[in-house]
């Protein structure tokens, strides 16, 4: 599925494009094009390679699952890889968000929806100042929502730890490890998916991006706080985690 809205100078926001449209409104820089593609098809990757001439590389990241978020400078554009965290049968994992930042153009392509992108084209759809800014800030305000998200999952881990921490102390069984091992996991996973996330927040508020204006950078380094905010509440309840791993340990030997 693919869903394109072109904002022009005069303030008018036009959606659903055809692929003659789309090369027309690349002429102008004037112009704000973003095309979200969703479960991307034949047909999309051609139009990707054709219209908007995106290295091959690019379009095989954007078709393959990739492990690590990241960030890559072309010529023509940025290529950004981020990561959103859901629940899959109880289990935290990755879902993975690709896009592209040009002049004029900005690109995102996902296997699946993802909240941060489509709370973001409602916006668009409603003429919202964010299509106003440019490329770069509409990245901001897509990145700015995924990492967001990222906020109850960690609120619930703290609440999970607080619980067991308690528990342990009067059910120190076989199920209080299992439940401990679980909420190690799930927090390993996000400490794995916030360091790669906190060097593209890095590089994006330095300035010194072609497609990221130096004005807008300042918005990145509040993204960075955000995840360094995260990543010292991960680390802690990993500590307190470990420390109820080895005080069930030392019940279990007293027994």
Request: with cysteine; charged share 30%; aromatic share 8%.
């Amino acid at each position: 599925m693919m869903r394109s809205y072109l904002y022009t100078p005069d303030g008018k926001v036009e959606c659903g494009l055809s692929t003659a449209r789309l090369r027309r409104a690349l002429e102008s820089r004037e112009n704000l094009l973003w095309v979200d593609i969703e479960g991307p098809e034949d047909t999309e990757v051609e139009l990707l390679l054709e219209v908007f001439d995106l290295h091959p590389l690019t379009i095989e990241d954007c078709i393959m699952p990739n492990v690590r978020p990241k960030l890559e400078d072309f010529d023509r554009y940025l290529f950004v890889i981020l990561q959103g965290l859901k629940r899959v049968d109880g289990k935290l994992t990755s879902v993975e968000l690709d896009v592209c930042v040009g002049e004029n153009f900005l690109i995102t392509v996902r296997s699946e929806p993802i909240k941060s992108v489509d709370e973001n084209c409602a916006r668009v759809e409603k003429k919202s100042p964010i299509v106003t800014h440019g490329t770069d800030f509409l990245l901001y305000a897509i990145t700015d929502a995924l990492i967001d998200s990222y906020f109850p999952i960690l609120e619930e881990l703290e609440l999970q730890v607080d619980e067991l921490q308690t528990k342990l102390l009067s059910d120190s069984t076989e199920r209080t490890l299992k439940e401990l091992f679980k909420i190690y996991n799930d927090l390993t996973v996000f400490r794995r998916t916030l360091a790669p996330h906190r060097e593209i927040a890095s590089r994006l508020n330095r300035g010194d991006l072609r497609f990221v204006k130096p004005a807008h950078a300042i918005y990145f380094r509040d993204i960075y706080d955000h995840l360094l905010r995260m990543s010292d509440l991960v680390d802690s309840c990993r500590e307190v985690t470990t420390m109820a791993l080895e005080a069930h340990a030392t019940i279990v030997s007293n027994r």
